[in-house]
């Protein structure tokens, strides 16, 4: 198949997913996707010499239209710039990624995760788990230095994907060491996504029925062995949670793997 021959089917294939876009909209961002995939980079100007070759035009015609496809509204050329929303893409991508499921695969797995751009910028990122890879489907871009402010933008992605999962898929939310909070893990309860969140070991736990509170690491062997069992984390009283903790902790690991969630202890197990 020639470049142009995909071209034209990337086009049609991105008209037809992403139909909250205009057809002009969608057709400059199968342009710019087409041409990072095909330059294995995302350098506005690699892909615009790539872009003018294939169709003929100027490199800086092209790299003027796909630069203005990022701009606010009121920042593009004539009377009608038109702005993308582009929270309102991000129900589209995840029945997007979906449509490419098996039939009898109906689970989800997403993951919470941040990229820096040194202290300047965060970029606050929900992807699909899918072998392997973490597919992009709902993100933010926040000042690199307030942390505190990231709740509002996490809470926000995740209502912005949440009535697109078909009625009957399991939905597992995953986030690493230093993205766990008792906010975090009580939205995702509430939207009937189970959580499995990872924390720190230095923490401290109790039983159900017990009153003592020792440090979280020492709730497994470093053997091999994997835990799973009901109990409340960490001491203060705000912070408490009621959970299912998931421990394991691999021979070769300097730190056990202790994960939360609100699945019982025969529904879930932590496995290296």
């Avoid at 086009?11 to 969608?26: D, H, P, Y």
């Avoid at 050329?77 to 038109?82: E, L, S």
């Avoid at 991000?90 to 997403?110: K, P, T």
């Avoid at 597992?172 to 995702?188: E, I, M, N, S, T």
């Amino acid at each position: 198949m020639s470049h142009h021959q995909g071209l034209e089917q990337w086009i049609e294939i991105v008209s037809r997913q992403m139909r909250q876009l205009s057809k002009t909209q969608a057709g400059v961002l199968a342009l710019y996707s087409f041409g990072v995939v095909m330059m294995q980079s995302s350098g506005l100007r690699k892909v615009s010499v790539f872009v003018g070759a294939l169709l003929g035009r100027k490199d800086n015609s092209v790299r003027q239209q796909l630069g203005e496809f990022c701009y606010d509204g009121d920042d593009k050329r004539g009377r009608h710039g038109q702005e993308v929303e582009v929270t309102a893409c991000f129900g589209a991508l995840v029945r997007w990624i979906l449509g490419g499921w098996g039939s009898s695969e109906q689970r989800l797995a997403l993951a919470l995760d941040a990229t820096s751009l040194g202290q300047r910028f965060r970029g606050l990122v929900l992807s699909g788990v899918y072998r392997g890879c973490a597919i992009p489907v709902a993100w933010a871009i926040v000042a690199g230095t307030h942390a505190a402010a990231w709740r509002w933008h996490w809470l926000g992605l995740l209502d912005s994907v949440a009535g697109y999962v078909p009625t009957g898929w399991t939905v597992l939310v995953l986030a690493d060491r230093g993205w766990y909070a008792k906010w975090l893990f009580q939205h995702l309860v509430d939207l009937h996504g189970p959580p499995l969140l990872r924390i720190h070991g230095q923490g401290q736990f109790r039983r159900r029925h017990s009153t003592s509170f020792p440090v979280l690491k020492t709730v497994v062997e470093h053997d091999g062995t994997a835990r799973h069992l009901e109990l409340v984390c960490f001491k203060t009283p705000k912070a408490q949670l009621s959970c299912t903790l998931l421990a394991h902790w691999h021979s070769a690991c300097a730190d056990p793997w202790l994960i939360v969630t609100d699945l019982l202890p025969n529904q879930a197990t932590a496995a290296g």
